[in-house]
């Protein structure tokens, strides 16, 4: 059965440092989601995409963000420097075109110290 | 954001029971609401869904109820067994804001033998 998968699996960085968190979400899936979940919180939608471009962001989704699809395959998030609060599991999701059964990958924990 | 609430951050049943998690909501602008089941260290599954114009869905073991004037929705699990034992998110949406999932806080799901 196909699905999303989310490189690494835990990422360790210090503050003000740049990360790359990596997904491949499914081969047929036309829309792409990341999401986050600080650790006893609610899972936190950051941002959707959709034919190369953002559809929507949530006010999380500062100017220390961007997305990237770089290649037919790759979905990426970047965080251009980290702060301590950005520390949480991040979930990268996809959809086919009904978007709404969204299909998730395993996570990258990112720790920020 | 409390648009989506679970109000019970844990459910113990035993093994064939039925298994009944609740959502509230208060956003009436939801087109679509969704379960989602996550075991530790695993990305949300996705479970079962329903749109705003239906009251009830069913697939197999998992039935959804919404019930629109209360604002609430609910899972039933029957029978309920220990593989069920994870946490159920309820997630919403709303039709053109980029495939925006709202989650509620979860439900631990504990199924004993």
């Known amino acids: 059965e196909p699905e999303v998968t989310q490189t690494p699996s835990h990422q360790v960085t210090q503050m003000g440092q740049e990360v790359i968190l990596r997904c491949v979400p499914i081969s047929n899936h036309l829309y792409f989601y990341w999401y986050r979940q600080i650790l006893g919180q609610k899972v936190e939608f950051l941002v959707s995409?959709?034919?190369?471009?953002?559809?929507?962001k949530s006010e999380i989704f500062d100017d220390q963000f961007s997305v990237e699809r770089p290649d037919g395959s790759n979905f990426t998030l970047k965080i251009r420097s980290t702060k301590l609060e950005d520390s949480a599991m991040y979930f990268c999701?996809?959809?086919?075109?009904?978007?709404?059964?969204?299909?998730f990958g395993p996570g990258t924990r990112l720790t920020v110290t | 954001d409390q648009q989506v609430k679970q109000n019970s951050p844990s459910l113990s049943v035993q093994e064939g029971r039925i298994s009944i998690l609740n959502c509230d909501y208060t956003n009436s602008m939801f087109d679509y609401f969704l379960w989602y089941k996550k075991y530790p260290a695993e990305g949300p599954t996705f479970l079962i869904s329903i749109s705003s114009i239906k009251d009830k869905n069913e697939d197999g073991r998992f039935t959804v109820f919404l019930n629109k004037s209360a604002k609430h929705l609910s899972l039933h699990i029957v029978p309920s067994q220990p593989g069920d034992s994870a946490v159920y998110f309820c997630?919403?949406?709303?039709?053109?804001?980029?495939?925006?999932?709202?989650f509620g806080q979860g439900t631990e799901l504990s199924v004993k033998p």
């Open positions: 999701a996809s959809a086919t075109a009904s978007e709404y059964e969204q299909y």
């Open positions: 995409f959709y034919n190369n471009e953002i559809s929507e």
């Open positions: 997630a919403a949406i709303t039709y053109n804001q980029g495939g925006k999932l709202i």
